[in-house]
């Protein structure tokens, strides 16, 4: 797999790294450049908590900057907002696969003197005037979780643009903790099951029952329940498993066909939402985006999101609240509610379609159809 990503980014193989998380990639990238205590971390308020809790672990705090309420990414109001002298860096995240103005951001950054690190967890092709989202900062990550651009069935990469870092991210990397051998039997089967299961029908009672799972400790879930509690797991800072790397090596086999696929669901969702009476997605002219999901914002986000569940339509929420998933005890992590009130915003008004390749264009309109007969625009 590593061969082809950094093919994929035209980076050597050395600048590639492979962990069982996202979280765990940013996690190493914040402890090479030397974050820790005292110092703080700029992302965004519209954010999965295991972004801020990569900082927290290393003694760190997060700062929030509120979003542009189009593109879904940080605004400069919010990065000025919530910058302090003690701000060590600042990760931007190309939500949704929405690539950020990075012109803004670098100067910014320069300015300041901190580097910046990309969250591409939603943004895997996506381009900011021709160049790929990842090659910007000194370091960018990306989340093979289920429902990110390509599956490694849960896993973490971490691309490395910068030799000093590069160098500390290596040293880290050599004392990695590795699957054990039943560990990389459950999530060999995991994948199995997994690939066998879901389809857009069903995705959404399969997500539930594997959270549900997961939180028993009866499967590998994303999240330990240490880890939602702010508390670092003992086994944390692990490397990607073979079963995973096989997973994602087929999955980016395909990465070119996916990539074009997106587009073309992207392309038919914009022309279908506006027909429908809805919002479609405002891009800048700048960015050549590949849509992970396509937000639209509605009235009735909750009950609308039920309906979808009990009719088998595959409508998601990122986020629900600013520091996702629901019942994140935020203050442990710093977010107090009203710190970014577009974010909290768009939590309670946006959903997102699907654009993968299980969504063939005929799955697509009965996505529309089904917002078209119980959604409300707002
Ligand atoms: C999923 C996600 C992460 C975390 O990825 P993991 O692989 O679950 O650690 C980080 N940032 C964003 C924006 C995400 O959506």
């Not at 990238?29 to 820790?36: D, E, P």
């Not at 096989?246 to 038919?268: M, P, Q, S, V």
């Not at 994140?328 to 909290?344: I, L, N, S, V």
Request: proline residues 4%.
């Amino acid at each position: 797999m590593t061969p082809k990503l950094a093919a994929f980014f035209q980076k050597q193989d050395s600048d590639v790294f492979l962990f069982a998380k996202g979280r765990v990639a940013l996690y190493a990238l914040l402890k090479a450049i030397g974050i820790g205590k005292g110092d703080e971390v700029i992302c965004s308020g519209y954010t999965c908590v295991m972004v801020p809790s990569a900082p927290k672990f290393l003694g760190a705090v997060c700062r929030y900057a509120d979003i542009d309420p189009q593109t879904y990414n940080i605004s400069m109001h919010g990065l000025e907002k919530a910058y302090t002298h003690k701000v060590k860096a600042v990760i931007v995240q190309h939500t949704y696969g929405i690539a950020q103005n990075m012109d803004e951001i670098a100067a910014w950054a320069f300015d300041k003197g901190i580097p910046v690190i990309e969250d591409c967890c939603h943004a895997f092709g996506s381009r900011w005037k021709g160049q790929l989202c990842g090659t910007f900062g000194i370091g960018s990550f990306f989340s093979g979780q289920w429902n990110k651009p390509f599956s490694t069935g849960l896993g973490g990469i971490l691309l490395v643009n910068d030799d000093e870092v590069l160098a500390e991210v290596q040293a880290l990397y050599a004392s990695i903790l590795k699957p054990s051998d039943l560990e990389e039997t459950r999530i060999g089967m995991q994948i199995r099951v997994y690939n066998a299961l879901v389809n857009p029908r069903t995705v959404s009672i399969i997500t539930r029952a594997y959270r549900m799972l997961s939180r028993m400790g009866l499967a590998i879930g994303s999240s330990s329940n240490d880890e939602l509690a702010g508390e670092m797991p003992r086994d944390y800072f692990k490397s990607m498993a073979a079963a995973q790397i096989e997973e994602g090596t087929k999955n980016l086999a395909n990465i070119d066909k996916l990539i074009a696929h997106r587009k073309t669901i992207t392309g038919l969702y914009d022309r279908e939402l506006a027909n429908a009476g809805f919002q479609p997605l405002r891009q800048h002219k700048d960015a050549d985006n590949v849509i992970l999901r396509y937000p639209v914002r509605v009235a009735d986000k909750k009950e609308l999101l039920e309906k979808a569940l009990k009719k088998g339509v595959e409508i998601g929420s990122w986020f629900e609240i600013p520091l996702h998933p629901e019942g994140t005890d935020m203050q442990k992590f710093g977010y107090t509610d009203g710190m970014c009130p577009e974010a909290e915003k768009a939590c309670r008004e946006v959903v997102n379609l699907p654009t993968h390749l299980k969504i063939d264009e005929s799955e697509a309109v009965r996505v529309i159809d089904f917002l078209r007969r119980f959604a409300r625009s707002v």
